[in-house]
Structures are given as C-alpha cells and as structure tokens.
C-alpha cells in the first residue's frame, strides 16, 4: 500500500456541492441539460483528480487504473446508511480503487473496494505507516507487522492468488534479468534463460524506482529490494 497525500479538494467539485443540496452520489453526473448557473460535475471529472494524486494507482493493491469504468470511486468510511453531504462527497474520504475482481465471470476473488464493501479498515493509504506496516515477499506474498495491518490485508483481500501473482511477475520482472543467448527461440519460462541482479545494478535500481511515482506495486517491489539486498535508504 502507498501513502496517498490528500490535496485540496477541486473548486469546481465545492461549487458543485454548493449550487443545490446533495445527498446521493448518484446525483454526481454529466447533466446534457442543466439549469442557469448550475456546475455540471461528474464521476469522470472527480475520478481524474483522484487518479492525479495517486499517479493513476489502485488506493489499496497499487495496481495500475485510469478513468474508465473499471475504476470506483472509493468511500473510505462507508457512505452507505450517511444522510449527509459532509460525508458523501467529503473529498478528504474519496480515492480511486481498481474494480477488485468485481466485473469478472463467477467464481471470482474479490479484492480492494469491491471485497472491502462497507467495512472499515484501521490501516489506510493516509496514514504513512502503510509503507512499513504491511511487508512483501519476493514471491509476491502479503503480510501484515501490526495487528491492524492483517486485518487490513484480510478485510481487503490483498493476498488473494490474483494480487500475489501480480506482485510476483512485477518483483521478478525487476530482479532478474534475461541472460543473452544466441538461441532465437527465447524461453521465458526457462528459470535458465535469467540471471538476478547484482548488488550494485539493485542500489542503481532502487535509487531509479524510489524516484517515481506510477509504477505499479512499487511499495512491494522497494521493500523486496531493499530486504534482499541490504540496501540503505
């Protein structure tokens, strides 16, 4: 999980609140006709500003999303059961989560918003011990150092097989390299045809990925470096 800095919330999005009284996030849409002196807000718009501030990452897996229709618009205290707006459409309590497994055919293994629902969750991406309270393994394994981080983990499902594959293919990708061979018939699925990183090209790699900000599962892929090489902050 990445620490996530909340910026202000966008002007257009408090005018929009503003203009009427709201109490459903359904009313958060493109309207074709609207009244004099309305602001027309939508999904999209609000989407697009929580993606900017997450570098267009999952809020909870830091899987890669954009603004489409896979990606929800998340509550992290819940607004179902709320009657007020403060809640609803506070923006400090909105960011953006992948669909979690939720369109895919049946039998599915939800994750993130779509597993986590209307629970709440003690370890959020606001609070910055997220980075440290929740470990990676290089195989892509989860695992909580706190009480609440495993509950966190548990109530998101962020160790299901579908997460852990991902994490593993992204942390491999980045520790082992293909070593070069005539053969033009290249085997990925050769352990032989790679060879791990040294030392030296994971401190270069560690110092390159510490410096962005979009990759995927990057939280995952520092700490595995960092542990498997001994490397210093």
Not at 38 to 50: G, N, P, R
Not at 89 to 108: H, I, M, T, V, W
């Amino acid at each position: 999980m990445k620490h996530i800095i909340k910026q202000k919330s966008p002007a257009e999005f408090e005018a929009w609140k503003k203009f009427k009284p709201r109490t459903r996030f359904e009313d958060l849409q493109s309207s074709d006709s609207k009244e004099e002196g309305e602001f027309d807000y939508s999904t999209k718009k609000l989407k697009a500003e929580l993606l900017k501030e997450q570098n267009n990452l999952c809020c909870y897996c830091n899987a890669a999303i954009k603004n489409d229709h896979n990606t929800t618009i998340e509550h992290l205290k819940p607004k179902v059961g709320a009657k007020n707006q403060q809640l609803i459409f506070d923006y400090d309590n909105l960011l953006a989560s992948c669909n979690g497994n939720r369109k895919e055919p049946k039998p599915r293994d939800l994750h993130c918003d779509a597993e986590k629902d209307i629970k709440l969750i003690e370890l959020t991406p606001l609070m910055s011990q997220c980075e440290t309270k929740i470990g990676y393994a290089e195989n892509g394994a989860i695992f909580g150092i706190s009480n609440k981080a495993k509950d966190t983990i548990g109530k998101l499902n962020l160790g299901c097989a579908k997460l852990t594959g991902e994490r593993s293919d992204r942390i491999y990708g980045k520790l082992y390299k293909e070593i070069v061979s005539e053969n033009s018939e290249f085997d990925y699925n050769d352990p032989a045809n790679f060879e791990r990183i040294s030392k030296q090209e994971a401190a270069k790699l560690f110092n390159e990925l510490s410096k962005t900000k979009s990759e995927p599962y990057i939280i995952a892929i520092l700490q595995v470096l960092k542990q498997n090489f001994n490397l210093k902050n």
